[in-house]
Protein backbone atom coordinates (compact mmCIF):
# COMPACT_ATOMS: atom_id res chain seq x y z
CA UNK A 1 0.00 0.00 0.00
CA UNK A 2 2.99 2.27 0.63
CA UNK A 3 4.63 1.69 -2.58
CA UNK A 4 1.01 2.43 -4.52
CA UNK A 5 0.33 5.77 -2.89
CA UNK A 6 4.07 6.61 -4.01
CA UNK A 7 3.43 5.79 -7.42
CA UNK A 8 0.08 7.42 -7.06
CA UNK A 9 1.67 10.50 -5.70
CA UNK A 10 4.44 10.85 -8.46
CA UNK A 11 1.82 9.91 -11.27
CA UNK A 12 -0.32 13.49 -9.79
CA UNK A 13 2.11 15.12 -10.00
CA UNK A 14 3.28 14.75 -13.31
CA UNK A 15 -0.20 15.49 -14.54
CA UNK A 16 -0.62 18.38 -13.06
CA UNK A 17 2.64 19.93 -14.14
CA UNK A 18 1.49 21.92 -16.65
CA UNK A 19 -0.29 23.81 -13.52
CA UNK A 20 2.64 23.68 -11.16
CA UNK A 21 5.18 25.06 -13.86
CA UNK A 22 3.53 28.08 -14.51
CA UNK A 23 2.30 29.06 -10.22
CA UNK A 24 2.55 32.78 -9.58
CA UNK A 25 4.43 33.92 -6.25
CA UNK A 26 1.70 33.86 -3.90
CA UNK A 27 0.08 30.19 -5.87
CA UNK A 28 0.67 27.14 -4.08
CA UNK A 29 0.19 23.18 -5.16
CA UNK A 30 0.91 20.78 -2.79
CA UNK A 31 0.38 16.69 -3.02
CA UNK A 32 0.54 14.65 -0.13
CA UNK A 33 -0.22 10.51 0.30
CA UNK A 34 -1.38 8.61 3.55
CA UNK A 35 -1.50 4.71 3.79
CA UNK A 36 -4.68 4.02 6.66
CA UNK A 37 -3.67 3.32 9.65
CA UNK A 38 -4.37 -0.40 10.53
CA UNK A 39 -6.73 0.65 13.77
CA UNK A 40 -8.20 3.29 11.89
CA UNK A 41 -9.05 0.65 8.71
CA UNK A 42 -10.43 -2.08 11.27
CA UNK A 43 -12.56 0.69 12.87
CA UNK A 44 -14.05 1.78 9.46
CA UNK A 45 -14.79 -1.71 8.28
CA UNK A 46 -16.43 -1.91 12.04
CA UNK A 47 -19.11 0.86 10.43
CA UNK A 48 -19.13 0.02 6.86
CA UNK A 49 -22.13 -1.74 5.68
CA UNK A 50 -21.51 -4.06 3.39
CA UNK A 51 -25.03 -5.17 2.24
CA UNK A 52 -26.16 -1.93 1.36
CA UNK A 53 -22.47 0.35 0.60
CA UNK A 54 -24.37 3.56 -0.38
CA UNK A 55 -25.57 4.13 3.56
CA UNK A 56 -22.27 3.45 4.42
CA UNK A 57 -22.16 3.05 8.05
CA UNK A 58 -23.45 -0.18 10.18
CA UNK A 59 -25.95 1.29 12.76
CA UNK A 60 -24.29 0.09 16.12
CA UNK A 61 -21.03 -1.30 14.69
CA UNK A 62 -22.16 -4.82 14.54
CA UNK A 63 -20.56 -7.13 12.02
CA UNK A 64 -23.34 -9.65 10.22
CA UNK A 65 -22.30 -13.16 11.55
CA UNK A 66 -24.00 -14.68 8.73
CA UNK A 67 -21.89 -13.07 6.19
CA UNK A 68 -18.17 -12.85 7.19
CA UNK A 69 -16.80 -12.82 3.80
CA UNK A 70 -18.30 -9.17 2.97
CA UNK A 71 -16.18 -7.87 5.67
CA UNK A 72 -12.36 -7.11 3.88
CA UNK A 73 -10.63 -4.23 3.91
CA UNK A 74 -10.58 -4.05 -0.09
CA UNK A 75 -13.91 -2.89 0.37
CA UNK A 76 -13.04 0.69 2.03
CA UNK A 77 -12.08 2.99 -0.96
CA UNK A 78 -9.64 5.22 0.90
CA UNK A 79 -7.05 2.67 2.05
CA UNK A 80 -5.07 4.68 0.03
CA UNK A 81 -4.99 8.35 -0.87
CA UNK A 82 -3.80 11.70 -2.27
CA UNK A 83 -4.75 14.96 -0.97
CA UNK A 84 -3.63 18.18 -3.46
CA UNK A 85 -3.74 21.31 -1.57
CA UNK A 86 -4.26 24.18 -4.01
CA UNK A 87 -4.02 27.98 -3.41
CA UNK A 88 -5.68 29.98 -4.37
CA UNK A 89 -8.99 27.55 -4.55
CA UNK A 90 -9.06 28.49 -8.29
CA UNK A 91 -6.61 26.40 -8.96
CA UNK A 92 -8.63 23.29 -8.02
CA UNK A 93 -10.45 23.43 -11.27
CA UNK A 94 -7.46 23.35 -13.33
CA UNK A 95 -6.21 20.49 -10.96
CA UNK A 96 -9.52 18.70 -11.40
CA UNK A 97 -9.80 19.22 -15.11
CA UNK A 98 -5.87 17.16 -15.67
CA UNK A 99 -6.69 14.55 -13.55
CA UNK A 100 -9.99 13.60 -14.99
CA UNK A 101 -8.57 12.79 -18.24
CA UNK A 102 -6.11 10.97 -16.20
CA UNK A 103 -8.45 8.69 -14.02
CA UNK A 104 -11.64 8.98 -16.26
CA UNK A 105 -12.96 6.05 -14.57
CA UNK A 106 -13.28 6.97 -11.26
CA UNK A 107 -16.03 7.73 -9.48
CA UNK A 108 -16.76 11.19 -8.32
CA UNK A 109 -17.69 11.50 -4.21
CA UNK A 110 -17.22 14.86 -3.44
CA UNK A 111 -16.82 16.30 0.04
CA UNK A 112 -20.02 18.44 1.56
CA UNK A 113 -20.71 20.03 4.86
CA UNK A 114 -23.82 19.73 6.27
CA UNK A 115 -25.73 22.25 4.46
CA UNK A 116 -24.80 20.42 1.36
CA UNK A 117 -22.09 22.80 0.06
CA UNK A 118 -18.88 21.34 -1.51
CA UNK A 119 -15.94 21.50 0.52
CA UNK A 120 -13.39 19.27 -1.53
CA UNK A 121 -13.44 17.35 -4.84
CA UNK A 122 -13.12 13.42 -4.47
CA UNK A 123 -12.80 10.60 -6.45
CA UNK A 124 -12.24 6.59 -6.00
CA UNK A 125 -11.03 3.98 -8.16
CA UNK A 126 -9.03 1.02 -8.98
CA UNK A 127 -5.38 2.35 -9.81
CA UNK A 128 -3.40 0.05 -12.02
CA UNK A 129 -0.71 -0.42 -9.75
CA UNK A 130 -2.14 -1.60 -7.25
CA UNK A 131 -3.31 -5.39 -6.07
CA UNK A 132 -6.93 -6.15 -7.63
CA UNK A 133 -9.23 -5.08 -5.47
CA UNK A 134 -7.72 -2.42 -3.78
CA UNK A 135 -9.65 0.86 -4.09
CA UNK A 136 -7.67 4.20 -3.94
CA UNK A 137 -8.45 7.80 -3.94
CA UNK A 138 -7.45 11.56 -4.28
CA UNK A 139 -9.08 14.68 -2.70
CA UNK A 140 -8.41 18.18 -4.28
CA UNK A 141 -8.67 21.00 -1.59
CA UNK A 142 -8.38 24.15 -0.82
CA UNK A 143 -5.06 24.74 1.15
CA UNK A 144 -6.38 26.51 4.06
CA UNK A 145 -8.93 23.79 4.54
CA UNK A 146 -6.86 21.00 3.88
CA UNK A 147 -4.58 22.17 6.78
CA UNK A 148 -7.37 22.93 8.86
CA UNK A 149 -8.46 19.62 7.82
CA UNK A 150 -5.28 17.97 9.20
CA UNK A 151 -5.37 19.72 12.51
CA UNK A 152 -8.94 18.86 13.20
CA UNK A 153 -8.55 15.33 12.39
CA UNK A 154 -5.80 14.99 14.82
CA UNK A 155 -7.39 16.95 17.36
CA UNK A 156 -10.85 15.26 17.58
CA UNK A 157 -10.53 12.18 15.74
CA UNK A 158 -7.13 10.45 17.15
CA UNK A 159 -7.49 12.04 20.62
CA UNK A 160 -7.06 10.45 24.03
CA UNK A 161 -9.78 7.48 24.95
CA UNK A 162 -10.80 10.50 27.24
CA UNK A 163 -11.89 12.68 24.50
CA UNK A 164 -13.65 10.54 22.34
CA UNK A 165 -17.12 11.69 21.36
CA UNK A 166 -15.72 15.82 20.67
CA UNK A 167 -16.89 15.35 16.99
CA UNK A 168 -20.61 15.87 17.28
CA UNK A 169 -19.64 18.78 20.33
CA UNK A 170 -17.62 20.84 17.81
CA UNK A 171 -19.47 20.34 14.94
CA UNK A 172 -20.79 23.72 14.75
CA UNK A 173 -17.39 24.98 15.35
CA UNK A 174 -16.17 23.16 12.53
CA UNK A 175 -18.53 24.39 10.17
CA UNK A 176 -17.96 27.76 11.33
CA UNK A 177 -14.02 27.30 10.67
CA UNK A 178 -14.98 25.84 7.03
CA UNK A 179 -16.95 28.58 6.07
CA UNK A 180 -14.50 31.31 7.33
CA UNK A 181 -11.67 29.81 5.76
CA UNK A 182 -13.67 29.51 2.14
CA UNK A 183 -14.68 33.16 2.87
CA UNK A 184 -11.31 34.25 3.01
CA UNK A 185 -10.09 33.09 0.21
CA UNK A 186 -12.85 34.07 -1.73
CA UNK A 187 -12.08 37.99 -0.48
CA UNK A 188 -8.80 37.10 -1.32
CA UNK A 189 -9.53 36.21 -5.15
CA UNK A 190 -12.47 38.65 -5.81
CA UNK A 191 -9.43 41.44 -4.83
CA UNK A 192 -6.62 39.72 -6.57
CA UNK A 193 -9.25 40.39 -9.66
CA UNK A 194 -9.82 43.64 -9.27
CA UNK A 195 -6.04 44.42 -8.81
CA UNK A 196 -4.86 42.06 -11.98
CA UNK A 197 -7.96 43.82 -14.11
CA UNK A 198 -6.41 47.34 -13.01
CA UNK A 199 -2.42 46.81 -13.42
CA UNK A 200 -3.77 45.78 -17.36
CA UNK A 201 -4.93 49.01 -17.93
CA UNK A 202 -2.55 51.38 -19.74
Not at 1 to 7: D, K
Not at 80 to 89: N, Y
Not at 105 to 124: R, T, V
Request: include cysteine.
Amino acid sequence: MTRVAEHLKTQIQFSILPVTRHLKSHETLVVKSRVKECNSAISKLRQHNPIDPLRRRNPGGVFDRDHPELYTLLSLRDLVGIRVLAFPSRLVKEVDRLLRSEFPSWISDPIKDESGEQLALKYNGQYSQAVEGLQCEYQIVSTLIGLFWDVEHAAIYKQSPNLKGLGPVMQEQTSAVNKALKAFEDEFERRLQISESSSSVP
